[in-house]
C-alpha cells in the first residue's frame, strides 16, 4: 500500500502519469526502502489508468476482505491480477484470526 500511497500522492501533485523514479523520489524521501521489482510492476499496471477509478477499485477490494465470500461469487476472474491480491489477503486474515484464538 505505501507504493500506492506514494503514487497518489504524485499524481494530487500534478503529474498525472508518474514514473517508477518519481514514486521512487517520494518513499525515499520518508526512508522507506523500495523494491524495484514491485514498483516498476506497479507503475506499469496504472500506465493509462484513472487514478480515481484505481482508488475505487482498491476500496472495493478492502471492503471484499471483510466479508467471507466464496471465490465463486466474486466477479473476477482467476488469472486477474486484484483476484491474487484478494486471494493473499484474505489469508492473511485468515492467520490473524487463527492467531487471536
Not at 34 to 52: E, R, W, Y
Not at 64 to 89: E, F, M
Amino acid at each position: 500500500m505505501k507504493y500506492v500511497a506514494a503514487y497518489c500522492l504524485a499524481v494530487l501533485s500534478g503529474n498525472n502519469s508518474p514514473s517508477a523514479d518519481d514514486v521512487k523520489k517520494i518513499l525515499s524521501s520518508v526512508g522507506v526502502e523500495v523494491d524495484a521489482d514491485k514498483l516498476s510492476g506497479l507503475v506499469n499496471s496504472l500506465k493509462g489508468k484513472n487514478i480515481h477509478e484505481v482508488n475505487y477499485i482498491i476500496f472495493l477490494i478492502k471492503r471484499l476482505l471483510h466479508l467471507d465470500l466464496p471465490k465463486s461469487q466474486l466477479c473476477l476472474s482467476v488469472d486477474h491480477p486484484l483476484q491474487q491480491t484478494l486471494q493473499q489477503h484474505q489469508l492473511k486474515l485468515k492467520k490473524r484470526q487463527l492467531l487471536k484464538k
